[in-house]
């Protein structure tokens, strides 16, 4: 399996649901950090800064962002593998999001500790 570089990133993010012919909300977008964006039939699906989340919002909050260091090309396969899989045996539950250059694996905050140890025993380095 691969051996990646992580960098935990120090914010706390929300998966926030939206209805799916619903505008992106201003806050949504607010920042300069890691935000994701996923309309399907069912859903506006966001995951941003949890700090610009309206509490009226429906929302999971308290997950944590590891970026994987990149770029990677379309064809370099088992990066995810190399992650969730060690993640998995450990049972520590994993939400992946893929951009045009890396991944990034979102975490609750309770199951950070124990994914940094998980990671680095997989031989992977993590930069918190």
């Known amino acids: 399996m691969q051996k990646l570089t992580l960098y935990m990133l120090p914010q706390l993010y929300a998966f926030c649901r939206l209805q799916p012919n619903g505008a992106i909300p201003h806050w949504a977008l607010l920042g300069d950090d890691f935000i994701s964006l996923t309309r399907t039939h069912e859903e506006l699906s966001v995951v941003c800064l949890q700090e ?3 509490s009226s ?3 999971e909050r ?4 590891i970026k994987v260091e990149g770029p990677f090309g379309f064809s370099v396969s088992g990066v995810h593998a190399s992650l969730a ?22 975490i609750k905050s309770e199951d950070v500790e124990a994914a940094i140890e998980t ?3 997989a ?5 918190v």
């Not at 308290?62 to 962002?65: F, V």
Request: aromatic share 4%; glycine share 2%.
């Open 85 to 106: 899989l060690p993640l998995a045996e450990a049972s520590i539950s994993v939400m992946a999001i893929a951009t045009y250059e890396t991944d990034h694996l979102l």
């Open 123 to 127: 031989g992977h380095t993590v930069r």
């Open 57 to 59: 919002a429906q929302a």
């Open 119 to 121: 990671l680095k025993r």
């Open 62 to 65: 308290d997950w944590r962002c």
């Open 52 to 54: 610009n989340v309206p």
